[in-house]
């Protein structure tokens, strides 16, 4: 099992940037894959993107190519994603997920484990 902790939300203007943080803890000795959805009030939680168990393979979705980059930090256990002119339609609870396995995942349903979802508000 593995546990997830979301950070680094907030408020900013269009055009500003976030990163967030996704601290892992538990069984992190087994190879997992990682990625981030974001669900907007009265909306489906969708997927952003994802990042396979060593980190070189990646996937986004196209509205956050070219803004958004994510990361991962082995050693401590930790998955970044700086989010760079950032627009008001980017505005949502970011949650982060985790599923063991050496691929990466673009489905909701494929992730088995979440974290508790931090939220990001984008003002015009």
């Known amino acids: 099992q593995v546990q997830l902790v979301e950070s680094g939300g907030g408020l900013v203007q269009a055009g500003g940037s976030l990163r967030l943080s996704c601290a892992a803890s538990g069984r992190t000795n087994s190879a997992y894959s990682m990625g981030w959805f974001r669900q907007a009030p009265g909306k489906e939680r969708d997927f952003v993107v994802a990042i396979n168990w060593n980190g070189l393979n990646t996937y986004y979705v196209d509205s956050v190519k070219g803004r958004f980059t994510i990361s991962r930090q082995g050693t401590k256990n930790t998955m970044y994603l700086q989010m760079n002119s950032l627009k008001p339609e980017d505005t949502a609870v970011y949650y982060c997920?985790?599923?063991?396995?050496?691929?990466?995942?673009?489905?909701?349903?494929?992730?088995?484990?979440w974290g508790q979802g931090t939220q990001v508000t984008v003002s015009s």
């Open positions: 997920a985790a599923k063991y396995g050496i691929r990466v995942w673009h489905e909701r349903n494929d992730y088995d484990y």
